[in-house]
């Protein structure tokens, strides 16, 4: 049964809240268009269970159509990030997470418990692939799926480390199984789609705050309006917000995200912007040196991990698109 382990876990956190308040009715596996994995009654009232491994923001959207169609629905899960959290209340999609977090709202019944963490975490070894600099590699791999099977010293001089870091970073992403043989000559990268959400969170917890160089806002009063008419300089490109703005036309940007190795003061000159630590243009550093785009975007992956790592409902609904249509392997 699909499962079923996560759900009696969550349950079991339930009823320890809601005691003789909640039955567990059945688990079904109807062939119906919209599937569910059980339904628990709370006051007479049905509760329609989708459980699953772990939740992560861009799976939201989708169980916000399940919502839709069943008007109440549980989400269980061993684990949920905060994120996904966050957009699940957003939605009115109730949880509860393998440690016993919950969010309920079906009145009468309103239960709020946070902060439970994991327990009896098993200690990983540390991985070599995902430190700050393998993080560098990782992202050139994912970009450019042919690269690893180019020399060493061609991957190290497109992420910009040092030598030894490409063997490091090999090796660690085949002891996780995200590199495999493919014949006697050629590697290929696996598990796509886990490696690039792990990329993303890892990139975002590690990389991308060391990135960070400083806020600033203009002093045009349209610059809001005019910021896609902004002639860019010296291999700076749009990044998070805007760039998915150009990418999809779906996101009206609130944070003007930049990459870029303009010096502050050239920064100033160039675009008569102010620091300011309330501003609303994020300056970072550009870490790459892959050809620009013709409209001066960062690539496609660095665009939807900037928007997956907010609370934000329509950045990660654009995320989503951007996932579907740029990054998605057939």
Same mark, same amino acid.
């Given at each position: 049964?699909?499962?079923q ?12 809240? $809601?005691?003789? /308040? ?12 919209i599937p569910?994995d059980?339904?628990? /009654? ?14 992560? =923001? @861009? ?11 069943? *008007?109440? &629905? ?6 949920? !990030?905060p994120?996904?959290?966050?957009l ?9 997470d *393998?440690? *016993?977090?919950i969010w309920?709202?079906f =009145? =009468?019944?309103?239960?709020?418990i946070?902060? @439970? ?6 200690k990983h ?16 791999l994912l /970009?450019d ?5 180019? !020399?060493?010293r ?12 490409? +063997? ?8 996780? *199984?995200f &590199? /495999?043989?493919?014949?006697k000559?050629?590697?290929?990268? +696996?598990n ?8 993303q ?11 960070f160089?400083?806020?600033y806002?203009?002093?045009?009063e349209?610059?809001?309006?005019n910021?896609?008419k902004?002639?860019?300089?010296h291999? !700076?490109?749009?990044?998070g917000? =805007? ?7 779906? $996101? ?7 990459? +870029? ?8 000159k ?17 870490f790459?040196?892959t050809? &620009? ?10 665009i ?5 790592? !907010?609370?934000d409902?329509r950045?990660?609904? +654009?995320?989503t698109?951007?996932?579907e ?6």
């Amino acid at each position: 049964m699909r499962h079923q382990n996560i759900i009696e876990n969550g349950f079991a956190h339930l009823k320890n809240e $809601l005691e003789n /308040v909640i039955e567990w009715e059945h688990l079904t596996y109807k062939n119906t268009d919209i599937p569910y994995d059980a339904v628990f /009654v709370v006051n007479d009232l049905d509760l329609y269970v989708e459980a699953k491994n772990e939740v992560r =923001p @861009i799976q939201v959207e989708q169980l916000s159509q399940q919502k839709k169609h069943f *008007g109440n &629905l549980l989400v269980i899960a061993n684990y949920i !990030t905060p994120n996904a959290k966050e957009l699940l209340k957003e939605k009115g999609i109730n949880y509860v997470d *393998g440690q *016993g977090n919950i969010w309920l709202k079906f =009145p =009468p019944v309103y239960i709020h418990i946070e902060g @439970i963490p994991k327990q009896n975490t098993p200690k990983h070894k540390k991985n070599r692939a995902f430190t700050k600099t393998g993080i560098k590699v990782i992202f050139q791999l994912l /970009v450019d799926n042919e690269l690893v099977n180019t !020399t060493y010293r061609n991957i190290a001089e497109k992420a910009e480390v040092a030598l030894g870091t490409i +063997t490091r970073v090999i090796e660690g992403l085949k002891e996780e *199984g995200f &590199l /495999v043989k493919k014949n006697k000559d050629q590697w290929v990268i +696996t598990n796509y789609a886990e490696l690039l959400n792990r990329w993303q969170e890892e990139y975002s917890k590690r990389l991308k705050p060391a990135l960070f160089v400083k806020r600033y806002r203009p002093t045009d009063e349209n610059f809001h309006v005019n910021w896609k008419k902004l002639q860019l300089q010296h291999d !700076t490109v749009w990044g998070g917000e =805007p760039a998915a703005d150009i990418l999809t036309n779906y $996101l009206q940007p609130e944070q003007y995200t930049l990459y +870029t190795r303009q010096h502050g003061q050239d920064i100033m000159k160039a675009y008569r912007w102010v620091p300011d630590d309330e501003g609303e243009i994020f300056i970072y550093k550009k870490f790459w040196i892959t050809p &620009l785009d013709k409209q001066n975007l960062a690539p496609a992956l660095l665009i939807y991990a900037e928007l997956m790592d !907010t609370k934000d409902s329509r950045c990660i609904e +654009t995320a989503t698109i951007i996932y579907e249509q740029f990054l998605q392997k057939p």
